[in-house]
């Protein structure tokens, strides 16, 4: 079983500024990591994902993720915000092997910019 | 671009109703999935599919139904609706290929209150 815990539930950000969301998970098994963000009203989209390879993986929108296999983390991360940035984030993991890849969810954290 | 449609996308109905929320896909994926979300709170899997005439009960109970009769159709039923059930319901599908890997894709979901 996997467990996702995103450390922050609300993060208000000034417009143009960084921003970091964090994430970390617990699985006694190799893991595929995802971070999708829903806009107010809508479903999620995939803003990127980590599969193999690189553990720097850049996604849509300016936005990109490190892997972090000893601390279990996947961090989100963008240099610059904008207004349109405002929605909820959400982590995702699913584990490697199983035939069903369902995923698990953090608690989501919501991004406020600030103009 | 994922291509997967949910119907309606907000319904409010009256206690007792039958309802059903229909989900179409057209990637051709064999893997489908209900997700349910409470407002301002995460994602939790109430049912999924590996193809045709298979259907599994997620994490999170649900007195809700599924079936999947064609590979493209995953609809979701509540035989008789009640407030508790009021909820974002979302529907996924994932498939392989080397470009997406094991990528779940989500419709825009269905937004349903009981009253």
């Known amino acids: 079983a996997q467990s996702v815990t995103q450390l922050d539930s609300q993060v208000p950000v000034f417009e143009e500024a960084p921003v970091e969301l964090r994430c970390n998970y617990s699985s006694s098994v190799s893991v595929y990591l995802f971070w999708y963000v829903q806009y107010p009203n809508q479903g999620l989209q995939l803003l990127l994902k980590?599969?193999?390879?690189?553990?720097l993986v850049k996604g849509i929108n300016g936005f990109e993720a490190e892997f972090n296999k000893s601390q279990t983390s996947f961090h989100l991360r963008k240099p610059s915000v904008h207004i349109s940035d405002t929605a909820e984030y959400f982590c995702a993991v699913s584990d490697r092997k199983a035939a069903g890849n369902k995923l698990t969810f953090g608690g989501g954290t919501r991004v406020l910019v600030k103009p | 671009e994922a291509d997967i449609y949910q119907t309606p996308r907000y319904l409010v109905i009256g206690t007792g109703k039958k309802i059903t929320l229909e989900c179409s896909q057209t990637?051709?994926?064999?893997?489908m999935y209900w997700y349910q979300q409470d407002p301002g709170m995460e994602l939790h899997l109430i049912h999924y599919s590996y193809g045709v005439n298979s259907t599994e009960k997620g994490d999170l109970s649900s007195e809700s139904t599924v079936s999947r009769i064609r590979t493209e159709h995953f609809p979701l039923t509540l035989e008789s609706a009640r407030p508790s059930h009021t909820s974002q319901y979302l529907c996924?599908?994932?498939?392989?290929?080397?470009?997406?890997?094991?990528?779940?894709?989500f419709g825009e979901g269905s937004w349903l209150t009981v009253v």
């Open positions: 996924a599908s994932s498939g392989w290929d080397s470009f997406s890997g094991n990528t779940i894709y």
């Open positions: 990637m051709g994926h064999d893997k």
């Open positions: 980590y599969l193999s390879g690189s553990t």
